[in-house]
């Protein structure tokens, strides 16, 4: 079963932290919430808080574990979660406007 996306994914790779105890990588950032990528597995329904490391700065974050996928130590592959954010991070507003500004540019198709 797919779900309908209702906000633009980034593939954004940063730094976060989980707990402050967990490091982890993000693959993607939206508005309404973040893909990561950890060597443990969260269930989904967890509470989870944490920050994101944008430049030298700190940018916390509160959300729900929406999805998860256990990875394989033994082959190396990371586990996957899917976080909903409770509330967009103000520090993460100048991300998201940076690409809602670029210029979007449709192909013409020209007539024959």
């Known amino acids: 079963m797919t779900t309908r996306r209702q906000t633009i994914r980034r593939s954004v790779r940063l730094p976060l932290s989980l707990g402050r105890r967990l490091p982890a990588l993000s693959a993607d950032v939206s508005r309404g919430g ?11 329904g967890s509470k989870v808080h ?5 430049g030298q700065a700190e940018v916390p974050f509160f959300g729900t574990v929406a999805w998860a996928q256990a990875g394989n130590p033994q082959l190396s592959v990371f ?3 899917g976080v909903k954010f409770d509330s ?15 210029a979007r540019r449709l192909k013409t198709r020209q007539r024959k």
Not at 50 to 54: K, R
């Open 79 to 81: 586990s996957r979660i």
């Open 88 to 102: 967009a991070p103000e520090g993460l507003r100048p991300l998201f406007a940076r690409g809602d500004a670029r």
């Open 34 to 44: 973040f893909q990561a990528e950890l060597p443990q597995v969260f269930l989904p």
């Open 50 to 54: 944490g920050y994101f490391l944008v």
